[in-house]
């Protein structure tokens, strides 16, 4: 974007995803007791001052929430298809489901109470459902067999602006706040899952210093924007959706991403054991829903055909992964501007699966993330 009059950038995202049902492992169809409290909850973290001396920049974009949703969905479905998932159809019955998710979100940052991610409280005004799956059901969609209510998984990203200030573009925001879901590793995952319909929220939400009914000690900003993506199937199995019978990846042959990640900023977080140190894009597999993935060798390749220290999530390592799921994470920080190379071997069986050999080699290219302008309030 070419925005002369003013250069401050804002990535304070706050990133959160559930799988149906209240299951903390998506696509495993799941009875889960709901938490008495949220935990995937998020406090606001303190936002990067601004430089002294800024320009004042143009009033923000006339964009509507309507076209945010859409920039967002775009944007995922452009990521999905691109590696041979199915693209996801807008579904009214989600939309229902999501814009109550969106509301309760407004409605409870205007008290001050930042930390709600995907779980309502019942007699809290706004209260749609519990759960993602308890709102989609409410809303009317489908509850499946083998599962605790309708196949539905939540993925949301909230990015805080700092005081005095607003975002220049909602589409803009949108866009930035769906490649951050992309470039995580649940997130990643619950994204690129065998759905096949979606409903987004964007909202913008505010509270007044001084007024909120349970006001805090400031942490950030008057200015929060959240995307949040419900997404959906109405079928107890994958079907004939792609994927269904092989091993996919993202990013994939040709891709272009985020050269790093920051594992600090997803919740729950998917590496502790690094801290607040930022690392390489993870690359996401899946298998067949159903089955179990068995990588034997991986890597990850420089320019130089130098094989990087990464590191592999999967079931075994990690509750929070569906055991037909896998993501491969470099250590360290990729380069901008880079081609890398990425193999993996192994097999997939169970569910109705032979024991099933699968290779994976492809490059994909790295760039600066995508960044949220700022535009003063005035």
């Given amino acids: 974007m070419k925005l002369r009059l003013i250069a401050i950038v804002v990535s304070n995202l706050l990133l959160a995803a559930c799988g149906g049902g209240g299951s903390s492992t998506p696509e495993s169809p799941v009875t889960t007791a709901k938490p008495t409290a949220d935990p995937t909850a998020t406090a606001v973290p303190g936002v990067t001052p601004i430089p002294v001396g800024v320009n004042i920049a143009p009033t923000p974009k006339p964009e509507t929430l309507i076209q945010a949703e859409a920039a967002g969905v775009q944007m995922l479905n452009a990521a999905r298809t691109s590696c041979g998932f199915d693209a996801l159809v807008n579904d009214a019955v989600l939309k229902v489901a999501v814009d109550g998710a969106g509301n309760y979100f407004k409605l409870r940052y205007a008290e001050a109470l930042f930390a709600y991610g995907h779980y309502q409280a019942a007699g809290s005004t706004g209260f749609t459902g519990a759960t993602p799956s ?51 590793v649940y997130h990643q995952l619950s994204l690129i899952a065998p759905m096949r319909e979606v409903g987004a929220s964007y909202v913008e939400a505010s509270y007044i210093e001084g007024t909120a009914p349970k006001e805090i000690t400031r942490q950030g900003s008057s200015i929060a924007h959240r ?132 290779s994976i080699d492809f490059t994909f290219k790295t760039r600066a993330a995508r960044q949220n302008n700022l535009v003063k309030k005035v």
């Fill in 227 to 358: 995307i949040t993506f419900n997404t959906g199937t109405r079928t107890a199995t994958d079907g004939a959706a792609s994927g269904s019978n092989t091993v996919l990846s993202y990013p994939c042959q040709g891709s272009e991403i985020p050269a790093t990640f920051k594992p600090s900023l997803e919740s729950p977080n998917p590496m502790l054991d690094v801290g607040s140190k930022v690392v390489g894009s993870p690359i996401g597999l899946r298998a067949p829903t159903g089955t179990t993935l068995d990588i034997t060798s991986y890597s990850v390749q420089n320019q130089a055909a130098q094989i990087l220290a990464s590191r592999l999530l999967t079931r075994t390592k990690d509750s929070m992964i569906s055991g037909n799921n896998a993501s491969i994470v470099p250590e360290e920080a990729l380069e901008v501007g880079k081609t890398y190379r990425v193999t993996a071997q192994g097999t997939f069986s169970g569910n109705g699966f032979a024991v099933t050999p699968f």
């Fill in 134 to 184: 308890d709102r989609a059901q409410t809303a009317g969609y489908p509850t499946l067999i083998g599962w605790a209510g309708p196949r539905v998984y939540e993925n949301l990203s909230t990015s805080i602006a700092p005081t005095g200030y607003t975002f220049y573009s909602k589409v803009d925001a949108a866009e930035a706040m769906t490649e951050d879901l992309l470039n995580t």
